[in-house]
């Protein structure tokens, strides 16, 4: 059982990992079309979509290192606004 659980811990670090690196290539391929729209004022074809899949993706991919983590992602608008 110990062995199952440092497996899926694993599992979840990696898929962590892979999130962050889709986020950073997000960044890198916004910046990138940026500069060819406005600098090289050509179009872009497949950047807007793998920004928003490779989001979406990180989205899904990411939540199990969140849960290993026991995080949430919420917004605390209101308890700081009474608070």
Same mark, same amino acid.
């Given at each position: ?39 090289? %004022? ?26 290993? %983590?026991?995080?949430?992602? %919420? ?9």
């Amino acid at each position: 059982m110990d062995r199952y659980v440092r497996g899926i811990t694993l599992l979840s670090q990696l898929c962590g990992v892979f999130a962050a690196a889709l986020i950073a290539a997000s960044v890198v391929i916004v910046c990138q079309m940026v500069f060819v729209r406005y600098v090289l %004022n050509q179009t872009t074809i497949w950047q807007t979509d793998f920004v928003t899949f490779s989001i979406v993706a990180a989205t899904f991919i990411g939540s199990p290192y969140l849960l290993l %983590n026991r995080g949430h992602v %919420n917004v605390d608008v209101l308890p700081l606004y009474l608070g």
